[in-house]
């Protein structure tokens, strides 16, 4: 498991915020991909905060799959945490496509 990104670690960072409670935030982290294999590439991401601590990677065949792959995980993700969370007050948390 790679290790869990932080702010000076990601390539990429957005803030949510819980619905119930906006002045609580969750972090959602995007890393570097990186190779593993010859044709299997990784991409971390971390989603954090409000009792989340997610620390995974998607696998793609390359480091620009692996990059398009982890929006929309990272947006099933959250979907699976059930934890209700906006993004600058709105429920489109800006991941997968409307």
């Not at 960072?13 to 935030?25: A, D, Q």
């Not at 991909?33 to 009792?51: H, M, N, S, T």
Request: net charge negative; charged share 20%; proline share 6%.
């Amino acid at each position: 498991m790679p290790e869990k990104l932080t702010k000076d670690t990601a390539i990429a960072h957005r803030v949510l915020e819980l619905k119930e409670n906006p002045s609580e935030k969750v972090d959602v982290f995007i890393g570097n991909p990186f190779q593993l294999g010859k044709d299997e590439w990784a991409c971390p991401y971390r989603i954090v905060g409000g009792g989340i601590d997610l620390n995974l990677q998607i696998i793609g065949v390359d480091s620009v799959q692996a990059l398009q792959l982890v929006f929309p995980i990272i947006d099933s993700a959250i979907i699976g945490t059930n934890v209700s969370l906006l993004w600058d007050g709105e429920e489109y948390l800006g991941f997968a496509p409307k």
